[in-house]
């Protein structure tokens, strides 16, 4: 049967329509499954959903909402649980009073309560509870796991020709193993959290101390965080493997526009918080090269501090997953930042190879043309760059016309990457405060929001020094390729 055009044209949007239908059915089918299936298989779902290359977008939709599906534990269960985690009820009552057994948050591997402490009933506490057996559940689970990872890798062997990113599937499982494990063991996500809050510098009730261990490149002090961050103090002395006593930090939902509009917090305010979540991971990828793993809506919040004009804060809870950078994998991505900034593909590719995450034997002159290419088309770019780099200067970047730029496959340079353990964790919290970012600025991208903070962690001396240095290579650049076109050099 032979279709008119305007009649094929709504067959095939019928057709789009059924096919989307079908997926997001699929996608929601898949979320409750692993909803049945338990806390470990919630928490991958979890992770999945920051991996919007895996899977499609209806996919990443169902199980975005995992994270405000899963069910907690009230009344008698609650006080079990907590007598459990306090290893008796009496041990229970000696440290807290006012528990409320209703909790105000639950997550896959735990629920939180208020309360207050008993050698101080006027500050109000929060407690988190881990559920029971979890450590059995995931040695059963996670063995079946490492099967399954095993498995891709022997696959991804025989498929020689691949045209995607080589990853080694065991070694991203193991590494993702550890953090699981870690994050069922209370006092590391208590470690977790004192040096998360030492590294900015926040004390307890917001209060700003000086950062610990951490400088500048230059080696200067860094100003506390206190007045655009906070998290909650934990009582370390107080928490266990499956407890964790914190100070209670009310805030809203980072992404609860109703409750944000009530609160008249404006959109520039929403800009700023956005600006500084990219701000909080320029400083934990590039100086702390310590960061959190799951920035996804759940664990951030937004603090409303009232007073003659209304202030605003980002909150950051739950430092159950952390991971560490090694020094050249912190400094490259400072580099492919500043690379990017710039619109310099040669700085970017030496960024790769300082981060590791180009094999052996790459073409590195592909490699560039490829980045290049993704310069002039427009897809990588920076939104808000900073302005002729804030120093006076005047921008010299080459930008290549896209139309005498040689064109570069994506399949011809992905053979040529891989993906070490820790970029798999870096990747997964660009992409959950990416999609953050974008809930309260929709203009939001990380370079843009994270760049004009570069000086803050170089420091001015070592930032202006390396401006001066791009300028004059832009210059020298420039001028060679205006010989080169009057045919002076080769």
């Not at 089918?29 to 928490?43: C, V």
């Not at 994050?183 to 998360?196: G, L, Q, V």
């Not at 990828?285 to 919040?301: M, R």
């Not at 896209?402 to 496959?409: A, D, H, M, N």
């Amino acid at each position: 049967m032979v279709l008119l055009p305007g009649l094929r044209q709504k067959d095939e949007k019928i057709k789009t329509e059924r096919s989307r239908n079908l997926i997001k059915r699929a996608g929601t089918t898949f979320a409750n499954g692993l909803l049945k299936l338990g806390p470990l298989y919630i928490k991958i779902g979890q992770i999945l959903s920051c991996r919007e290359n895996l899977l499609p977008k209806e996919w990443i939709t169902a199980l975005e909402k995992l994270q405000d599906r899963v069910p907690g534990k009230e009344g008698d269960e609650a006080r079990a649980l907590a007598y459990e985690a306090f290893g008796s009820k009496d041990q229970f009552n000696e440290v807290l009073c006012n528990f409320d057994d209703k909790p105000i948050a639950a997550a896959s591997l735990g629920q939180v309560h208020k309360a207050r402490l008993r050698s101080d009933p006027a500050k109000e506490v929060v407690i988190k509870l881990q559920r029971s057996r979890l450590r059995d559940i995931y040695d059963k689970d996670l063995a079946l796991l490492k099967k399954i990872a095993t498995f891709g890798d022997k696959i991804a062997n025989i498929n020689k020709n691949s045209e995607s990113v080589k990853q080694n599937w065991t070694e991203i499982f193991l590494q993702a193993q550890d953090v699981l494990y870690d994050e069922i063991d209370y006092t590391i996500e208590a470690k977790n959290a004192i040096r998360f809050a030492q590294n900015f510098g926040l004390g307890l009730d917001g209060t700003s101390e000086t950062p610990k261990g951490v400088s500048s490149y230059e080696g200067a002090q860094i100003e506390s965080a206190a007045s655009w961050l906070r998290t909650p103090y934990v009582y370390e002395d107080l928490s266990t493997e499956k407890l964790l006593v914190m100070e209670y930090v009310p805030s809203i939902k980072v992404n609860n526009n109703t409750l944000l509009d009530l609160a008249n917090v404006t959109m520039e305010q929403r800009t700023f918080l956005a600006n500084s979540l990219a701000r909080s991971y320029l400083y934990q990828f590039c100086v702390h090269k310590f960061f959190s793993t799951d920035p996804h809506a759940g664990n951030l919040g937004i603090e409303v501090i009232d007073g003659d004009n209304v202030g605003v804060r980002l909150v950051v809870y739950d430092l159950g997953q952390a991971c560490s950078l090694g020094n050249g994998q912190s400094a490259g991505i400072l580099n492919v930042i500043e690379g990017i900034v710039d619109s310099d593909a040669a700085k970017c590719v030496d960024a790769f190879n300082e981060m590791g995450v180009l094999i052996e034997d790459a073409n590195l002159d592909l490699v560039q043309k490829k980045v290049q290419n993704n310069f002039d088309t427009g897809k990588i770019k920076v939104k808000k760059k900073i302005s002729p780099n804030e120093s006076g200067l005047t921008n010299a970047t080459n930008c290549t016309d896209p139309r005498q730029s040689e064109e570069v496959r994506d399949k011809d340079v992905m053979p040529y990457f891989t993906l070490p353990a820790q970029y798999a964790f870096v990747a997964r919290a660009i992409s959950q405060l990416d999609g953050v970012g974008k809930s309260l600025d929709p203009e939001f991208d990380f370079i843009s929001a994270s760049a004009p903070h570069i000086v803050e962690i170089k420091g001015v001396k070592a930032y202006m020094v390396d401006q001066v240095k791009r300028y004059i290579s832009n210059i020298e650049k420039k001028q060679n390729d205006f010989f080169k076109s009057l045919g002076l050099f080769k």
